[in-house]
DNA sequence: CGAATTCTTGACCGGATTCAATTCTCGTGG
DNA sequence: CCACGAGAATTGAATCCGGTCAAGAATTCG
């Protein structure tokens, strides 16, 4: 049996020992599958569940009240949902399975356990809630400073580069299991522009679309034409 | 001597005992005086240092190639910049003063003994962690769903709610030492159209606007028709 | 008092939204 | 195997919110 997502990741950061390794095994046998569109934290109930993505992609997100919903984050397999949840209660967002998703619950005080127990995990933890507030400040600069087709080339080279660290990358070709609604709920604009502005990308060739994947054509040119900052998510170097 | 706007923030959560508040206030002893304007954390460079803000206004922000800048967050007093550096060795932004500022800095190996030794504290923290999630994802909604009008009415909430919880509140009066131009640039709009949304929330009375400071006229209103949710920022209850 | 920054307002333009209709895709059951 | 239907993608047309350019007024501060 192959090493969970979130070992090889935190494995990619720092040498795990047996030890290490286990703990985190063990961490992760209390599993949950969730349907694709299932919610599994809703905004303002109450949460004191930590979650870690074994399989699939989820989204955080929150909806108005006029029904406007903006996604605010991707979680894939190896990240972690609800890691500081020991104090604040109610959940500020919700979070649901964007495709079929296999999750690990695990109780936060585990997680409080970690810190006392195992430095390096928590260290390699820490690591990934900087990589999180990174990727959400970058979510940020989409939203505020971006035109529609630099947002869409952003967040590809995003997921691409997330997908780099974990070993899942599949070439130029990007696993994009949302659909256009999800992309502009994602970007902040409309459904009719988002699919606009990807047929744009299309036309000068930078991107290739094919059922449920996306093809980079040339990823220097989207990362100078979108602004985007691999080291934003650059794994730790000596 | 009164305490630490950080011993505050936390001492409003939970109990701290005398041992624990002393040890939070040593770990500000090492002062730093930033002038208006000076940048204290700069994108791509080192960042291995811990930053509690004593006194004043900071920014967290980035800036495009093409000059364009995304403030990603404002840190008021008590606040912590840099809690999650061990790891990660470049800054993924920029951070500057907005008004003169009085910072201390913290070696992060003190913040990483925290955990080991002061179980109260490192729980205080991640619940400080876990609210800085819930401000940016609030910032992306702002930037991703709400018209113009809303964003500023949203901002002036969050930041009115957060001196709330520092004891600094001064009525329905809100410091406002940002320009205008930091105000779009926050907000993800133009200069002038910030300008004339501004005037719009004066026309229909929702706010009254001074040197420097806001009047939220109608609380009630403004959380009405900006979508804001007071319960991101809530602080613990039992 | 003078220079520089900040704020305000006008005019015009354009990117993005909205409404609406059509086509495409794919899972399901006859 | 194909017809059907629901969701998803695509395209057109009209509109509008917000951006850009430009100029002037008001503050602030040395």
């Known amino acids: 049996m192959s090493a969970s997502p979130l070992v090889r990741k935190l494995g990619a950061l720092c040498l795990l020992s047996e030890e290490e390794i286990e703990f ?8 949950l599958n969730a349907d694709r569109g299932r919610d599994f934290i809703v905004e303002g109930k109450d949460l004191r569940t930590t979650f870690i993505v074994i399989e699939g992609w989820a989204i955080r ?11 605010l984050s991707y979680a894939l397999p190896g990240d972690i949902l609800g890691l500081h949840v020991n104090f604040r209660a109610t959940a500020t967002y919700s979070a649901s399975a964007l495709t079929p998703l296999k999750l690990s619950v695990v109780d936060p005080r585990r997680v409080i356990e970690i ?3 195992f430095p390096i995990i928590a260290a390699g ?9 990174a990727i959400l400040g970058d979510q940020a600069v989409r939203l505020g400073r971006l035109s529609a087709r630099q947002r869409l080339a952003h967040l ?3 997921l691409w580069h997330r997908f780099a660290l974990i070993g899942d990358n599949n070439g130029d070709w990007l696993e994009i299991p949302m659909t256009q609604q999800d992309l502009a709920d994602t970007l902040g604009m409309s459904l009719v522009h988002t699919n606009r502005s990807l047929k744009s990308l299309r036309d000068i060739d930078l991107i290739s679309v094919e059922k449920d994947h996306v093809r980079l054509n040339n990823v ?3 990362i100078e034409m979108s602004e985007f900052n691999p080291e934003h998510l650059s794994e730790f170097e000596i």
Not at 24 to 31: R, S, V
Not at 126 to 132: G, I
Request: proline share 0%.
């Open 24 to 31: 985190l095994e063990g961490l992760q046998n209390n599993t």
């Open 61 to 71: 997100y929150s909806v108005l009240s006029n029904g406007r919903r903006q996604i």
């Open 115 to 117: 810190s006392q127990k």
């Open 125 to 133: 933890l820490s690591w990934c809630t900087a990589r999180e507030f």
């Open 156 to 158: 590809f080279l995003e």
């Open 220 to 222: 220097k040119a989207l």
